[in-house]
C-alpha cells in the first residue's frame, strides 16, 4: 500500500511559487501538529491519524520518500465542495486561511493539506484535478 499526502492550491488567488510553498508548509504544520498531539483549540488528535503517519513513514523509508502531490484547484468554492465531502471517507484535512500580510487578502483560502492516505484513495478524489 503506498500512502499520498495530497495539498490542493487555491488557484484563483494567482500566488507566486513562493507564496505557494509557506502555503503548503502552512499545511504541513497544522498536519504535525495534530500528529504530534500539540492541542489545537483544547482538541487532541485521534489515533488514526497518528497510525497513518507512522506507517506512510515505515512505508516509504522516512521523511525524504513520504510521497505528496500538490495540485491546484479552480476555486475557493470548489475547495470547499472538498472539504464538505471529506468527513465521510473519515479523512482529515488542514485548511490554510491566510493572514493577508503581503500577496492575498487576510483570510483568503490559499491551500488545503489532505492527510496521507492510500494512493488509490487520492486519486478516486482528487484525481481529476492538475499538477501544479
Not at 90 to 103: A, L, N, R, S
Request: net charge neutral.
Amino acid at each position: 500500500m503506498t500512502l499520498q499526502q495530497t495539498f490542493i492550491i487555491n488557484s484563483d488567488l494567482k500566488m507566486s511559487k513562493g507564496k505557494i510553498a509557506v502555503q503548503i508548509a502552512h499545511g504541513e504544520v497544522l498536519y504535525m501538529e495534530d500528529v504530534l498531539n500539540i492541542p489545537q483549540c483544547g482538541k487532541h488528535a485521534d489515533s488514526k491519524i497518528v497510525e497513518r503517519y507512522f506507517l506512510w513513514r515505515e512505508k516509504t523509508n522516512g521523511p525524504i520518500g513520504m510521497m505528496k502531490k500538490i495540485v491546484k484547484k479552480a476555486s475557493e468554492q470548489e475547495i470547499l465542495s472538498i472539504v464538505e465531502n471529506i468527513p465521510k471517507h473519515e479523512i482529515k484535512c488542514y485548511i490554510v486561511f491566510d493572514k493577508g500580510m503581503t500577496q492575498v487578502p487576510e483570510d483568503s483560502l490559499t491551500c488545503l493539506c489532505i492527510e496521507p492516505i492510500e494512493e488509490e484513495k487520492a486519486k478516486e478524489l482528487f484525481g481529476s484535478l492538475k499538477l501544479l
